[in-house]
């Protein structure tokens, strides 16, 4: 008879005895939540950085991300560390080394992929000297896709790992990761309440807002990320697209400010994305949002009420890359379409816009903080957050 996988516990045997001794069964459950407090926020790390995805793990440990504000240590011999986390390509001969030094590690131990090269050999996975994934060496627990991964991507990482420990400790089953390159490794997404519920907004009350700011923004993010939107095999070359007329049209751009980027209505913010893809501008290079509060009217300038603007810019990659860039806007409290279902990259990029600024994207699997605590208020990149807002206990 098969074991349904879903049904499997983790049972340790200390605890099993403790819990048959009268009168235990109180004071271990207090006691196992101090020690899966103390556990998950003192994952120290064995880094094995052989290529370039090393220099983000560094970046990672810098003071712009900080993984030890998680209790994580960087450690350089593997008998005092807990997670080792694979950065870069391993080799035929580094492949036994990397094995012994996982093997040096005390129980529980955990392994992180960072990067392609790690996850599945990426260049060089038919290169001779190259192991095609270092899940084929040690057991992968979390996996961090990337060509490099950046360091809120090893954050996030670490993230899904402690969420990982806790139900270890709970006694529950946990399934092993998808591969990213594996068939069908995107079509995991959250559903639509669980978003909701992520965000704290009320479905009916967050539909008539997106009818508000208009309905047709909602239209193109309305189904979460099943899959990643893939180009037709005519796509056009980079080099044959003019954007000015383009945006004229087919998306209504009247203005072309020689200071910023255009203006694009925001419910044919994706549909853009995705003529974008087609047109070969196959990299997303970055989301930057801005605050503005609202201006009352000054002379012949009209007032202004208060918004958030979202300036994308994709980049062809090969001989000849070009760059293009367009703008979004909503209200201070609207919501934008995400681009999750067209570029897997914007998932981080979302993530830290809606951390740091408050810009909520519709239709993203897991909208939640990735560089501040998840109990931190207000959003400290708008232009109306206080510089010397108290945090306590820290200041």
Same mark, same amino acid.
């Given at each position: ?20 001794? *009268?009168?235990?069964?109180? #004071?271990? $459950? ?7 407090? =103390? ?14 995805? =090393?220099?983000?793990?560094?970046? %990672? #440990? ?8 998680? @209790?994580?240590?960087?450690?350089? $011999? ?12 391993? $080799?035929?001969?580094?492949? *036994? ?10 129980? &529980? /131990? ?20 190259? +192991? ?6 040690? *057991? !992968? ?11 809120? @991507? ?17 006694? /529950? ?8 390159d594996s068939p069908g490794a995107w079509d995991q997404a959250r559903s639509e309440e669980q978003l909701a519920k992520t965000l704290g907004l009320d479905m009916e009350t967050t539909d008539a807002r997106a009818s508000a700011?208009?309905?047709? %923004? ?6 979460? !990320? =099943? ?5 037709? #095999?005519?796509?056009?070359? &980079? ?17 072309? *400010? ?5 203006? +694009? ?5 994706v549909e853009l994305a995705r003529t974008l893809l087609e047109a070969g501008f196959k990299q997303l290079v970055t989301i930057a949002a801005v605050h503005w509060q609202a201006q009352p009217a000054k002379g012949s300038k ?5 918004? +958030?603007? =979202? ?7 090969? /001989? ?7 703008? +979004?806007?909503?209200? #201070? ?35 939640r903080r990735i560089l501040l605590p998840q109990s931190w208020e207000g959003f400290p990149l708008r232009r109306d957050y206080p510089s010397d807002k108290a945090c306590p206990p820290w200041r």
């Amino acid at each position: 008879m098969a074991v349904k996988e879903d049904d499997r516990t983790y049972e340790h045997p200390l605890y099993d005895m403790m819990m048959k001794v *009268p009168g235990l069964d109180v #004071a271990t $459950t207090s006691v196992d939540r101090l020690l899966t407090w =103390g556990l998950t926020n003192s994952l120290w790390i064995f880094p094995m950085a052989t290529s370039c995805c =090393g220099i983000e793990f560094m970046a %990672a #440990a810098a003071s712009r991300v900080d993984l030890d504000r998680m @209790g994580t240590i960087i450690r350089g $011999t593997p008998r005092q560390s807990d997670v080792m986390v694979v950065a870069g390509t391993i $080799t035929v001969k580094m492949a *036994p080394r990397v094995k012994r030094l996982w093997d040096q590690m005390p129980e &529980p /131990k955990w392994c992180v992929a960072m990067g392609s090269c790690a996850i599945s050999g990426d260049f060089y996975r038919h290169l001779y000297p190259t +192991v095609p994934g270092i899940d084929t060496v040690v *057991p !992968v627990d979390v996996y961090v896709p990337g060509c490099p991964p950046s360091p809120e @991507g090893l954050m996030h990482g670490m993230m899904r790992l402690q969420e990982k420990v806790r139900a270890m400790r709970e006694g /529950k089953f946990v399934a092993r990761e998808v591969r990213p390159d594996s068939p069908g490794a995107w079509d995991q997404a959250r559903s639509e309440e669980q978003l909701a519920k992520t965000l704290g907004l009320d479905m009916e009350t967050t539909d008539a807002r997106a009818s508000a700011d208009g309905g047709e %923004a909602y239209d193109a993010a309305e189904a979460l !990320v =099943g899959r990643v939107y893939e180009v037709s #095999a005519d796509a056009r070359s &980079p080099a044959d697209l003019e954007l000015e007329p383009l945006l004229r049209d087919k998306f209504g751009v009247t203005e072309f *400010p020689k200071e910023a980027a255009p203006l +694009v209505d925001a419910s044919r913010h994706v549909e853009l994305a995705r003529t974008l893809l087609e047109a070969g501008f196959k990299q997303l290079v970055t989301i930057a949002a801005v605050h503005w509060q609202a201006q009352p009217a000054k002379g012949s300038k009209p007032a202004e009420d208060e918004r +958030v603007e =979202g300036t994308y810019i994709l980049r062809s990659v090969g /001989k000849g890359s070009k760059m293009v860039s367009w703008r +979004v806007r909503a209200s #201070a409290e609207g919501i934008v379409p995400s681009l999750c279902s067209v570029f897997v990259g914007a998932d981080w990029h979302e993530r830290e816009q809606f951390d740091m600024i408050g810009v909520r994207f519709a239709g993203h699997p897991d909208l939640r903080r990735i560089l501040l605590p998840q109990s931190w208020e207000g959003f400290p990149l708008r232009r109306d957050y206080p510089s010397d807002k108290a945090c306590p206990p820290w200041r």
